[in-house]
């Protein structure tokens, strides 16, 4: 069964620059999630999509945004990186209310 | 965590033991998820137990919701060394969107 893709998997900035984080949900789920994991933390949530539209905003930083395409893949656009933000982000996508992660990119910020 | 703690934060057991993991929220939800995740990996969806539920299983997994004490269980019967993961539980609020709440997780150690 297809599963969460993201990319890249693995990722290596300096401070100040900026990242884009790519995710294509499962077909047919109506519903795009980001996570971000610190380590050793639990997942916390960032933004949500619903039928393309931003759907629910937690705890996001104003430097970075997101949006879901008409393709319904997403991306999460990340500026002036600082290197509290290295971390693991998580994409997830559901259609009712079983959420399906993505393997996560590794994101360092050097 | 942002919605509760899980208990124990690191268990050890041997292969072929039962290991049982808690989990406590401080809201209403409407549901709540068990996820695995090995070391720096994705999470992999367990199960999934509704407000209205109070046990459920799947294969060698049963789940427990105690919505009075705002507590879960998950219980792995016959562990395995390939059981060992970190475990955690999630929940959806009530009368919100379906973004998730995640407990901090426990770190299962499950020796050959």
């Known amino acids: 069964a297809a599963g969460v893709i993201q990319s890249p998997r693995h990722l290596i900035k300096e401070k100040r620059e900026t990242a884009t984080l790519k995710c294509y949900p499962i077909?047919?789920?109506?519903?795009v999630y980001w996570y971000q994991q610190g380590p050793g933390q639990d997942p916390q949530f960032l933004i949500s999509?619903?039928?393309?539209?931003?759907?629910d905003k937690g705890s996001i930083p104003d430097r970075f945004s997101a949006q879901q395409f008409s393709d319904y893949h997403s991306e999460l656009n990340m500026s002036s990186l600082e290197l509290g933000d290295s971390a693991l982000y998580f994409c997830?996508?559901?259609?009712?209310?079983?959420?399906?992660f993505g393997p996560g990119t590794r994101l360092l910020v050097l | 965590s942002q919605q509760g703690e899980e208990d124990p934060q690191a268990l050890s057991i041997q292969e072929g033991e039962n290991a049982t993991m808690n989990c406590s929220y401080k809201?209403?939800?409407?549901?709540l998820q068990w996820y695995r995740q090995n070391s720096g990996r994705g999470l992999v969806h367990l199960i999934l137990?509704?407000?209205?539920?109070r046990e459920k299983h799947s294969g060698r997994l049963r789940v427990t919701l105690d919505t009075s004490k705002k507590s879960s269980s998950l219980l792995i019967t016959a562990s395995r060394a390939a059981d060992t993961a970190s475990y955690f539980c999630?929940?959806?609020?009530?009368?919100?969107?379906?973004?998730?709440?995640f407990g901090s997780g426990t770190q299962l150690t499950v020796l050959p």
């Open positions: 997830a996508s559901s259609l009712i209310e079983t959420q399906y």
């Open positions: 077909p047919r789920h109506d519903t």
């Open positions: 999509f619903y039928e393309k539209m931003q759907s």
């Open positions: 809201t209403s939800i409407n549901n």
């Open positions: 137990i509704r407000s209205n539920e």
């Open positions: 999630a929940t959806t609020v009530s009368g919100s969107a379906r973004q998730l709440t």
